[in-house]
């Protein structure tokens, strides 16, 4: 399985992102995939994920309502909508996958089998 994630880049406080991230290598409507970040001195963090079945989302308490996950089947690609943006949104954003994920494991990042390389968002204020 690999993941391709694209899409970060600059963007002023209060602005709007997408990111998408491209999954090739297995089934993917049989993987729940999620949003990490990881900010410069900082450890990683969950942001979103979304699940294999019915697709449900969980998100971050610090993105809840300015972020939204969705996935796109038919294209093998996971998005993340990131709306009125932050400085502290600044970090390196990766995706990852797993085909055996439990609710409860949704937010550990030790509990996803496959990682994208980062893409980076930097917030301006």
């Not at 697709?55 to 993340?80: C, E, I, Q």
């Amino acid at each position: 399985v690999q993941l391709q994630a694209s899409g970060g880049g600059l963007v002023q406080t209060g602005g709007s992102l997408r990111l998408s991230c491209v999954f090739s290598g297995g089934t993917f409507r049989d993987y729940t995939v999620g949003w990490f970040r990881q900010a410069p001195g900082k450890e990683r963090e969950f942001v979103s994920a979304i699940k294999r079945s019915g697709g449900a989302t969980y998100y971050a308490d610090s993105v809840k309502g300015r972020f939204t996950v969705s996935r796109d089947n038919a294209k093998n690609t996971m998005y993340l909508q990131m709306n009125s943006l932050k400085p502290e949104d600044t970090a390196a954003y990766y995706c990852a996958a797993d085909r055996s994920l439990i609710t409860s494991s949704i937010g550990n990042g030790n509990a996803y089998d496959y990682w994208g390389q980062g893409t980076q968002v930097t917030v301006s204020s």
